[in-house]
Nanobody
Framework: QVQLVESGGGSVQTGGSLRLSCVASGRTFSTYAKAWFRQAPGKERELVAAIGYSGGNTHYADSVKGRFIISRDNGKHTVDLQMNNLKPEDTAVYYC????????????????????WGQGTQVTVSS
């Protein structure tokens, strides 16, 4: 099994920045693509950003392009999300996810692609 633990959430004002971090433990060798999803109250969980195992391929939701950056450190088993110029509509619980499909460059983009999930961290952006 793989355990994912997120950190770095909090409350900021519009235009502020936060950096989320997720560390994996357990059978970390079985994880490949990683991603950040978010879920706002009353809404479905949506993909924010995803990154392939090699780190060379990334995918971003249109709503965060140019503001968020996803990165990973395979040696430390971490995946981070740098969030800049935050907006109230970014308010949500953010979840880290990992895919066990053994692909080096694959960037999985749907919820069903991901096998392991963290518990989530709250991000609140006030206007």
């Amino acid at each position: 099994q793989v355990q994912l633990v997120e950190s770095g959430g909090g409350s900021v004002q519009t235009g502020g920045s936060l950096r989320l971090s997720c560390v994996a433990s357990g059978r970390t060798f079985s994880t490949y693509a990683k991603a950040w999803f978010r879920q706002a109250p009353g809404k479905e969980r949506e993909l924010v950003a995803a990154i392939g195992y090699s780190g060379g391929n990334t995918h971003y939701a249109d709503s965060v392009k140019g503001r968020f950056i996803i990165s990973r450190d395979n040696g430390k088993h971490t995946v981070d999300l740098q969030m800049n110029n935050l907006k109230p509509e970014d308010t949500a619980v953010y979840y880290c996810a990992a895919d066990s499909t053994p692909q080096i460059t694959l960037v999985a983009t749907t919820i069903s692609d991901y096998d392991y999930w963290g518990q989530g961290t709250q991000v609140t952006v006030s206007s």
